[in-house]
């Protein structure tokens, strides 16, 4: 089932022999919950700072959601019993990060860019879950592997991206590192897209395996990862492109 280690664990347990097998219904349920989770409270969060000015649960809170939503992660797909209550944690975390973010976005850029950005969003999934299904686009080893090692390569390029921001801008000069940063946030929302696919295959073939259905919390879990991290991407690329306007 390739390298995702919830793919291996599927294996390693014998996934066939459940009595109560995981369905696309039930992931998509679960996906559900989660959004609304973020959908609410990032709508608190968001209202907070546009209304006003202010950052729900405070500024250490903000910083610490996405520390504490990553911890939440790693819990969720390491015991599929915690995976449903911090699975709710991360969506929790999210939602007030995601809020806070939207709302400074809206206040630079314009109401309208957090629309644009969520029907792009599902914009992007409906396509990218029609380039599966038809076959279109395959998900194989070589393709995780590429994208694993893309990601990789996005994660350096952005860390590498921050001291040159702040310590040597005139090396490249403004538009040379405008044009740097435009470039990883156009590859960033490619390959968030394309994660969305591997998504879908990781249920497909979940499903298709008979495993268990504790495992639909932590493949929607993965799911609404996926696709937050796209509409922030998302939310940057049109940002780019409303500074340029102006």
Known sequence: MGSNPLMRSIEKHHA?????????????????????????????????????????????????????????VI??????????????????????????????????????????????????????????????????????????????????SGLIMIPLFLFVPQIFGVEGMMLMYTAIVVISVIVASLYLVIDFDDIQKTVQAGADRQYEWPLALSFIITLLWLYVELLRLLAIISSQRR
């Open 16 to 72: 066939g022999e459940s009595a109560t097998p995981a369905t696309y219904g039930g992931v998509l349920f679960r996906c559900g919950i989660l959004l609304t989770f973020v959908v609410a409270i990032g709508a608190f969060s968001y209202t907070g700072v546009v209304q006003r000015g202010e950052i729900v649960g405070g500024l250490w809170f903000f910083l610490l959601a996405p520390i504490i939503g990553l911890i939440s």
């Open 75 to 156: 819990v969720a797909m390491r015991s599929l019993n915690l995976a449903p209550f911090f699975s709710i944690i991360y969506a929790i975390c999210q939602g007030v990060f995601l809020g806070v973010i939207s709302g400074i976005y809206t206040i630079a850029f314009g109401d309208g860019i957090v629309p644009t950005a969520v029907m792009a969003t599902i914009g992007v999934a409906l396509a990218m879950l029609f380039l599966y299904r038809s076959g279109i686009i395959r998900v194989t080893s070589r393709f995780r592997k590429v994208m694993f090692v893309a990601l990789i390569g996005l994660l350096l």
